[in-house]
Each structure stands twice: as structure tokens, then as C-alpha cells.
């Protein structure tokens, strides 16, 4: 018996097989959840086809979650599949490259600010508005990915790190928000891995080594480690938490200096 038997959960962010959006599908699987999957465009979409039959499933929806109707459109469409939505995964984050390089004053731009809180934070508010009629009274589970830039200055991370922190505060306020529903809430922190959401951010392989030589585990994290956590915190054993950010991070949150 799997911990999410029965379970109905839509993954929103897989942009190829080492996103953290993959191995938490993967471990949400593995667990019993029917899986469901959105892709940004068109390029994206024989991709996501290929690994949502690799978790047999036979949902992919298109949704560029900057855009309002595609949102809604994606809730219409498991509409036709399922009659209820127990977990909603967002693992979705961007802004303009150049914002992530070099020093936070010199580079941040109105545009390149709004765009990341956009699609980095906001994106999560409108998914969660808009599936929560499809989850009310299943006690269903929203989770999202954040980073420690979010309450920690990191090297390039620059308005990614703000967006992130917006992101965090965005949970709290939806646990309160849909806690009456049943709905619980919550983060994963995940220490820094190498995908294609990281690769745009400058000196990523050394924040890989420095966080390899201090954590107090004294390695990196995987996808798989991140699933693991996801499917606990989206399953019945974590039914009293919400509104929390968890770490994912070998423990390196925890330490001042290495």
C-alpha cells in the first residue's frame, strides 16, 4: 500500500527528466497518485507526452501560467478525466537571464522584477484559486518549491531571491486561506541542484561545491530526496502540517559558517 493510493495529483513545472517536478512525480507514483501533467508550449510537449507515459499517465494539458484563461482551461480539461483533485504540485520559477548575473542594483529592472514575481509567486496563487473548487472536501495538498535565497543573500539569485521570498509568504497566506477547506499548504526548501531552472543562474557549479563541503551531510541533494519529502507532506502522515517551508538541503539552512 502506497502512502498516495487513490490520490489524483497535477504536476505543474516538468521541463525535463532532471526538474525537481520529475522526481517528485516519480515518487508520487511510486506511491499510488494518478498523475496528470501540464507543459508550457508546444516544443515542450512530446517531452512531457513521453514521461507522463512513463508514470502511466495519459494527461498533459497545456498551460503557460501567465496567462489567466490557459489556468483555467487546464482545470476544465481534468474535469473531463477525474471528478476530483486531491494534490496540486507547483515547481515553476523564472526571470530574465540577466537578471541573474552579477550585482542585485546594477542589474534589477522593473520589467525583469515584475516578471518574476509574476510567474515565480503569483502563478502559485492562481493555480491554487483556481483547482480549489476541484479539491474541496478530499483534504487535498498544495506544495511548491522555493530556495534558501529567499531569506538569505546568495551570489546571482538577485530578484529570483525576492521572488522566492514573495513565494514563501504566498504559502502562509494561502494555508490560511484554504485551511477552512480542508486544503493544506506548504513549501520544500531544496538545496541547490543541477537543472535546467539552475543552469541560468551564474556560479551555480560552486554554489554545488561549497554546499558539498559544508553541509553538515557533506553532499548535494537529488530530485529523488525532494520527491520523497513531496509525497509525505502531500499524503495523510502530514495532515496537520501547512503553511510551512521545509528543507530539503543536507542540513546547510542550519549552519553559520563553514
Request: some cysteine; hydrophobic content about 40%.
Amino acid at each position: 500500500m502506497g502512502l498516495l493510493d487513490n490520490k489524483r495529483a497535477l504536476i505543474v513545472g516538468v521541463a525535463s527528466d532532471r526538474s525537481i517536478a520529475w522526481g517528485i512525480a516519480q515518487a508520487m507514483h511510486r506511491e499510488g497518485a494518478e498523475l496528470a501533467f501540464t507543459y508550457q508550449n508546444e516544443k515542450l510537449r512530446g517531452r512531457v507526452e513521453k514521461y507522463a507515459a512513463e508514470v502511466n499517465s495519459e494527461i498533459t494539458v497545456p498551460c503557460d501560467v501567465g496567462d489567466d484563461k490557459q489556468i483555467a482551461a487546464v482545470f476544465e480539461h481534468l474535469d473531463d478525466y477525474w471528478d476530483g483533485l486531491d494534490i496540486l504540485i507547483h515547481s515553476v520559477a523564472y526571470a530574465p537571464k540577466e537578471q541573474l548575473d552579477g550585482e542585485y542594483l546594477e542589474n534589477v529592472t522593473r520589467e525583469g522584477f515584475l516578471m518574476a514575481h509574476e510567474i515565480s509567486s503569483y502563478s502559485f496563487s492562481a493555480l491554487g484559486d483556481a483547482a480549489r473548487e476541484m479539491m474541496k472536501g478530499r483534504n487535498g495538498a498544495m506544495l511548491t518549491l522555493s530556495y534558501i535565497g529567499a531569506v538569505r543573500a546568495m551570489p546571482n539569485y538577485n530578484v529570483m531571491g525576492l521572488a522566492k521570498a514573495s513565494l514563501e509568504a504566498n504559502v502562509r497566506y494561502m494555508a490560511s486561506s484554504l485551511g477552512p477547506e480542508g486544503i493544506r499548504v506548504n513549501a520544500i526548501s531544496a538545496g541547490p541542484i543541477r537543472t535546467l531552472a539552475s543552469s541560468g543562474i551564474k556560479g551555480m557549479r560552486d554554489f554545488l561545491n561549497h554546499v558539498e563541503k559544508v553541509s553538515p551531510l557533506r553532499r548535494n541533494v537529488n530530485i529523488d530526496e525532494v520527491g520523497n519529502v513531496a509525497a509525505f507532506l502531500c499524503s495523510e502522515y502530514a495532515s496537520a502540517i501547512t503553511g510551512e517551508i521545509t528543507y530539503v538541503d543536507g542540513g546547510f539552512n542550519s549552519i553559520g559558517m563553514g
